[in-house]
């Protein structure tokens, strides 16, 4: 898992580090500024951006270093009498000590068509969260269209690092030096486009920082023993399948047997029982009779029309036609279930206006289900993970959009029941199943791939 910090977590971790460990806020920023400039091409001039905060105080710290490596430096502000505080103040301080001035651009745009080498954005940090505006956003537009490299130091001018959307106009770097733990808008899209290459800057912390949210890694699946066989790694029973709607039924049983579920066995309506047993040889397929086989370890309901949820006490995946208007809660009430709507069922489910923007899921997510014994799977771009009983959020990073085509929501649902039949906690079966789901899609980028395009994939990146 990767952390992606607010700006409130990461002021809380450096202000223990500060308080509880003892360590200067000077000494932080001096880690900050020679890390970021190594990043920089050694020997090219630079020109400065810096603001006035502590984001300025860094770039005051970055230049002082480049000056003494020999390097053309200029620093700029957008302010005529730029009023540093605090560690800026002593930033700049050190910087006037080595002859250092700070200019003030009238025109951005003229002044920087003869600037070379490296631009330096210094001008906002942790403190963004409204658009910019006046000089400071004159600035930021000269810079977008001036085609000079930019290195972003902690994130680029006009990200919010609590958000992934964008409050308003923001640089474009080329590079990004992250201080010390990836924020928010770090491992978010539309905010992450907007950073470059990012490069993680280790400061000095003296124990870990506490996050809300964590970006999912590929995870680690259990190995298989020598001598196991199909009933080590559980039954899955799949009430799906409808008239005219079969195809469901068979994605979902693809994606629990290509997971590598041992058994499974689809329970569908009688008109399509024959044409699912066709599709997949490799899945028992029996007519609905009004009951779960006793020997089911995990039951999946909803693919292909089916919307009533039959009595079970085990472990359950619920997608699709059974994800009935407000029964939200009803589910991420009961230990051992997933729930697993796109954006328009989530809302539905749970009465709300649907979730447009990246940071309204998040939020949303987060009041339905933090704490909750049931599992919520947000599907969509950058599927979002939360319940299990817990208060965190995990936010899965692969996939792409050719991936939004009929059946890539059965394919999933079927992956998660089988992750779970084996043996894998509710929450680790729905981020196993998120996360191979789009690496699959990541194998095959552009439109018209199709699901079972995906499920063909999974074996391959399962051994991997």
Known sequence: ??????????????????????????????????????????????????????????????????????????????????????????????????????????????????????????????????????????????????????????????????????????????????????????????????????????????????????????????????????GSFGHVVIRAGSLGMSGAAVLAALGALRVGAGLVTVLTDPEVRAEIAAQVPEAMVRAWQGSVPQEADVLLVGPGGISQVPDWDGPLVVDASALKEGEGKRWLDRPGTAITPHPGEFARLFRLSRPLLMDERLLQASQVAAGKPGVLLLKGAQSVIAGGARDDLWINPTGHPGMATGGSGDLLAGMVAGFRAQGLPMREAVAAAAWFHGAAGDRLPGAGLLPMDLAGLLPELLRA
């Open 1 to 230: 898992m990767i952390p992606l910090l607010t700006a409130d977590e990461m002021r809380a971790a450096e202000r223990q580090a500060i308080e509880g460990w003892g360590i200067s806020s000077l000494v932080l920023q001096e880690h900050a500024a020679m890390g970021a400039l190594a990043l920089l091409p050694a020997g090219e001039p630079l020109n400065v951006l810096a603001g006035p905060g502590n984001n300025g105080g860094d770039a005051l710290a970055l230049a002082r270093l480049a000056r003494l490596q020999g390097r053309d430096v200029a620093v700029h502000s957008p302010f005529a009498k730029p009023e540093w505080r605090g560690d800026a103040a002593i930033q700049a301080r050190l910087w006037k000590g080595l002859g250092g001035g700070v200019q003030t651009l009238q025109d951005p745009v003229e002044a920087m068509k003869a600037w070379r080498g490296w631009v330096v954005d210094g001008l906002f940090g942790l403190g963004t969260t409204r658009p910019l505006d006046g000089a400071v956003l004159a600035w930021v537009r000269a810079l977008n269209s001036s085609g000079l490299p930019v290195l972003a130091l902690d994130l680029p001018s006009g990200l919010d690092p609590s958000a992934a959307e964008i409050p308003g106009e923001a640089v474009h770097a080329k590079r990004t030096a992250c201080f010390g733990v990836r924020k928010v808008c770090h491992g978010l899209l539309p905010a992450r486009d907007h950073c470059g290459e990012i490069a993680v800057i280790p400061i000095p912390l003296d124990q870990p920082p506490k996050a809300a949210m964590q970006l999912l890694e590929r995870p680690v699946v259990p190995p298989r023993e020598w001598n196991a066989h199909k």
